[in-house]
């Protein structure tokens, strides 16, 4: 029986850090329910041997070394051939950004290959392997496996059934292009603020309003460029429209 997610295949010179990925939270019980895959696989084995380098100063000089092109294509093009068919992501802080729009289409793959950049990053004829290359924000970390885990967990919490609720998703920012209204719990009255009445009316028509009124009042003080449809703020060549 086929899963309801994809597989995640992480290449990364630190397979380790999706251990935890694996094994706690909402990926993790996904994991552990086989409504995902997460593998990660470590790039030295694709060397060809222990002796080999995954990395090499730059033709022309400057600082750091980059990512060899050999191992890289070993590696995906392994994985690639074992893995059902799906996308290819290149990590990288030149990609396009990812947003919850990127997150929903990725949740409809069979699989996603994450590769991780380190060094000062990578020899440019690895590019071509990749289907397409993400960036999670407009700074630059020191390795792509933060990026690959924020992808997992984003895209994870999609998938019908990782979540107590299907309903979970629904209301949340950015899955109607709009940010969550306020939330509350108990006690009623905390330090003198009270839990706005119409929450406590049971009254679930009046609830409904009050929520879609504060969502889009939360939504233009916050997020304006959401509201008019506006991407341009800090967002890279070849956005998908509406991601952010
Ligand atoms: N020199 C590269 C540049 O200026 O574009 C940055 C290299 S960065 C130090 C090393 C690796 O971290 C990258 O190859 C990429 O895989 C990952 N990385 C860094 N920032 C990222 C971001 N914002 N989104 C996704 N991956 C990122």
């Not at 397979?15 to 030295?44: D, H, I, N, W």
């Not at 330090?191 to 009124?213: C, F, K, M, Q, T």
Request: net charge negative; glycine share 12%.
């Amino acid at each position: 029986m086929s899963r309801p997610g994809p597989e995640f295949h992480v290449i990364s010179l630190f397979p380790e850090m999706f251990s935890p990925a694996s094994l706690c939270g909402v990926t993790g019980k996904a994991v552990e329910r086989g409504l995902v895959g997460l593998t990660a696989y470590q790039l030295r084995d694709f060397t060809g041997g222990s002796i080999h380098p995954v990395d090499d100063s730059p033709y022309g000089g400057g600082p750091g070394m980059l990512m060899k092109p050999e191992p890289v294509f070993a590696a995906v093009e392994q994985v690639s051939s074992t893995a059902p068919p799906g996308v290819s992501v290149l990590l990288t802080p030149q990609g396009r950004r990812f947003g919850q729009k990127a997150a929903a289409r990725l949740a409809d793959e069979k699989r996603v290959l994450l590769f991780c950049g380190r060094y000062e990053g990578v020899d440019e004829r690895i590019r071509p392997l990749f289907d397409e290359e993400l960036s999670i924000g407009d700074y630059v970390l020191s390795g792509g496996e933060l990026a690959a885990l924020v992808i997992i967990d984003a895209v994870t919490r999609l998938v019908p059934g990782a979540l107590g609720s299907d309903e979970s998703t629904s209301h949340e920012s950015f899955s109607d292009g709009r940010l969550e209204y306020p939330q509350y719990t108990r006690p009623a009255v905390f330090r003198g603020e009270a839990v706005p009445d119409v929450l406590l009316s049971g009254n679930h028509a009046e609830i409904e309003r009050w929520r879609r009124e504060q969502s889009e009042r939360r939504t233009r003080a916050r997020r304006p460029d959401l509201v008019a449809g506006d991407r341009s703020g800090g967002v890279g060549r070849g956005e998908e429209p509406g991601d952010d």
